[in-house]
């Protein structure tokens, strides 16, 4: 299981590509405050938060040999809740 988290959610509307525009815009529990890998973690999950992108491939190896020894695995990426996109998206 793969999860991409960017520390919020959001729902389309103006602003949705920005921090605090307007009510379409929304933090939650973010994932300096809840480490998913860690609950998971806590099911018997092989289980790892990846925020360097060098340690990507590296954790998904690990996760697959969990599961070749029959451990489900959770992998947690960390990603910009706001990221900076081209001139191109919006046009």
């Not at 933090?27 to 806590?42: A, H, N, P, R, T």
């Not at 289980?47 to 959770?74: C, F, H, K, T």
Request: hydrophobic content about 35%; proline content about 8%.
């Amino acid at each position: 299981m793969v999860h991409i988290s960017n520390g919020g959610f959001a729902g389309y509307g103006p602003g949705f590509w920005g921090p605090g525009h307007d009510p379409f815009t929304h933090s939650v529990l973010g994932y300096d405050e809840v480490d998913m890998s860690k609950v998971i973690g806590q099911l018997g999950f092989h289980s790892e938060r990846i925020s360097d992108p060098s340690d990507v491939i590296p954790a998904i190896q690990r996760a697959l040999e969990a599961n070749e020894s029959g451990q489900p695995s959770y992998i947690e990426f960390i990603c910009s809740q706001y990221p900076v996109y081209g001139q191109w998206v919006g046009r």
